[in-house]
């Protein structure tokens, strides 16, 4: 038993020893586990640690090394959501810079670390301390309010900070979704071991990245002072090659536009650009300029239009740049503002063009390509250019006017300096042609008087200097010139002046000077005389061929000439004295019988002085009144009884007594004295006859009163004569007034307003002298004429004269048949008395009847006749 017992017992101490060893063999078996296992551990933490000091070598990247830790961090425990955050501590600012995850968005920059108030990678960065979060520890965080929900929940949370001299830069975050993935205290530690190596890493690079990021921005902002400096002077050079445009006046208008296109699309895109000019008066826009890519025919695209609702005409009325997109254009045109834009239309761009704050036009660029896109800025510089492009259009402008208007008064200058030549050569000819005007006669071509006067002055001093120098002065009148220009008028005594002057010159020498000093009066200067006799032979010759009739308008004209000659003598000492000889001379020729020569001696001055003395006296006589009328009856022939009276000048002078009218009034009427004697005769006769009908009551006659020609050129003449027939109280129609044919061939109109003026006054108008200038019969009919009074030329022994019968005649038939009476002058004995009577011619008068008679004998043969 007790071998059984003892068995028993080593057998279980066998068993116990067995158990003993077995139980260290399972200590030393744990032992050697947790060997391996920290082994394995201090591998891994220096495999980590291997890829962390040579990541941190090798990355200069700051992405790829927060990628390249990820990889290193996923080799060592499954990292398949895992994220770095970056914690600004002087902003509070967080920024997910690293983030990769199966559930999650990443959040998107810098986020303010209220905003993650109570996530876990707060808690983290507040704590400062590792954090495996499982989800029984969530469950109390959450439950003591501790944190809160932020994005997918995750089966484990693994966080830890990132340090630098304690203080947190960041978090490393690694999480599971998985049921299977699970983390350890062992996975906290390893991933805490591995940040402390990843700050001094991330720390150097982000210092790096600092210096590169300052590099790079400091490098862009130098770039962009390059670009911004370059673009400045680029800038400023194309707004210097604007303004050089304007100076160069050599190139065309198109052509300066082409240069300030191409010199604005240096500065933008202006592929498709044209400028408009705008025209307030007329609210038109002109394309002065245009390209277009996508116009076929810019003539007709661009053509000038009224203002309208398009885009151009949006910036004029704005007078602002206007920069629209396609869809903006669009905008307008449905709110009716702009008209539907093109559909190729990408991008429109315009500015004012506008100088001391006038719009000019506009300056538009446009783009029909989505690569080519304007905005602000290029709107803001394409606005700064236009300010230069609008002075440079002005400027261009004004020298463009300025050119035109150089070229226009160039041209001006040159028209006017031909002008000016033939000007100068037409001053030049019409100084000649006034120079051989103001010496020589317009009608004749001769020389005129002023040209004599100086010839004949220098032949006076040629004599003086030479004594045996001998000439001549002929003055010569022609005769009865009157008589041809009253008759056939002032045409055909011109042409017979003509004549006459051709052959004057025919008729003396070369050297000799043929004048015509005015009228009739014709001088000749005949110089170098060997005798007398030449000058005697040349007026012989002139006196025979002015003896034959001339032929003008198919009619023969006679006249004749009077000359009177001087020869020089050392008297004269100028030419008027020796032409005033010459022509003293010619009228003694003319008193002599004319159609003869005379020449000058003393007895001749002594007559001119004789009728200066006369013009003297004639003078004083109208003033002091002494001319008066003689009154000469008018009869009635049929009946002889007194109807009027004539009334004649005489001259009754204090100096020379009584003046008969043949010794005054040719002299009168040469120096026109005698307007003034007919004037007195007029006013005198009216009170004459005013008191015959006062005194003797004989209020059937009337005063006819003879008025020089020349009184009816003057259209004063009706108020002169009403004048006087007020102060006198004459009535008009006891008034006639006789004139003679010549005052009906000068001066017509005036004659003829006078005329009827008198004649609707009352005051009955007598042709006088009718019959001697055939040439006024024409003028009967125009001039209101009541009374023919007939030459005595053809009264005085009518009865003997077969044709003065037939003249007489035809003129009492003539002023019958235009209701117009005749009065025959000159009857001197009853045989005429009773042929004009026979012929009907009313009334008469004539030393017959009775002769000019003073004012009281006239009175007594009123009373006889009254008897």
Known sequence: MKSDNQQCNTAQTTEELILAKDAIITDLS???????????????????????????????????????????????????????????????????????????????????????????????????????????????????????QFGTRSTDWLGVPLLQNGLVIGTITIQSYDEKIRYTESDLHLLTFAAQHIVGAMIRLQDQQRLKNAVNARTK???????????????????????ELTTNIEIDIDTFYSMVHNIIGQLINAKNFFIAKYEKDNNMLHFSYCVDENSTDLDKDFKPRKLSNRYSELVISRRETVLLSYQEMMSLHLEGETVKPQDDIHSWLGVPLIYSGKLLGVMVLQSYHHKTTYNQQDAELLNFVSNHVSAAIKRRELADFERRSHELLEQQVKLRTIALEDEINHRKQAETLLKHAAAHDSLTGLANRTLFIDLLNHAIACAKRKPDFSFAVLFLDLDRFKVVNDSLGHHAGDILLKIIARELERIVRSKDTVARLGGDEFVILIEDLDS?????????????????PFTIDNQLVYTGTSIGISFNNTRYTDANTMLRDADTAMYHAKDNGRGRYEVFDASMHQKVQNALSLEADIREAIAWQEFIPYFQPIIQLDTLELTG??????????????????????????????????????????????????????????????????????????????????????????????????????????????MQALKDMGVKILLDDFGTGYSSLGYLHRFPIDVLKIDRSFINNVHEHENHRAIIRTIVDLANNLQMSTVGEGIENLADAQLLQQMNCKYGQGYYFAKPMSPQHAADYIINKLK
Not at 221 to 243: C, D, G, H, V, W
Request: glycine letters at 2%.
């Open 645 to 754: 009276f004539e009334a004649l000048a005489r001259w009754q002078s204090n100096k020379r007594g009584f003046v008969y009218p043949n010794d005054f009034i040719p002299l009168a009427e040469d120096t026109n004295l005698i307007q003034a004697i007919d004037m007195q005769i007029i006013e005198k006769s009216c009170q004459q006859l005013k008191y015959w009908q006062n005194e003797l009551g004989h209020h059937d006659i009337y005063i006819s009163c003879n008025l020089f020609a020349k009184q009816f050129f003057s259209t004063s003449l009706p108020k002169r004569i009403e004048k006087i027939l007020a102060k006198t109280g004459l009535a008009p129609h006891h008034l006639r007034v006789e004139l003679t044919e010549r005052a009906l061939l000068e001066n017509a109109d005036i004659v003829h307003i006078n």
């Open 221 to 243: 902002e130098l770039m962009a002072q390059i670009r911004e400096r370059e673009k400045s002077e680029l800038l400023q050079e194309s707004l210097y090659r604007i303004s």
């Open 30 to 148: 744990d032992d050697v586990d947790l060997l391996e296992r920290k082994n394995a551990d201090l591998q891994e933490r220096y495999t980590a640690l291997f890829k962390l000091n040579r990541l941190s070598q090798e990355c200069n990247d700051l992405d790829t090394f927060y990628s390249q830790v990820h990889s290193t961090i996923a080799s060592l425990m499954t990292a398949e959501n895992f994220f770095i955050v970056l914690y600004d501590q002087t902003f509070d600012t967080i920024e997910f810079v690293y983030y990769i995850d199966e559930k999650d968005e990443k959040p998107e920059g810098i986020i303010d670390h209220q905003d993650l108030d109570g996530s876990f990678t707060n808690l983290v960065i507040e704590s400062k301390q590792p954090l495996l979060l499982t989800p029984e520890l969530e469950q109390q965080l959450f439950d003591n309010y501790k944190i809160k």
């Open 532 to 548: 007398n006799d030449e000058a005697f032979e040349v007026a012989k010759r002139i006196t025979e061929f002015l003896q034959e």
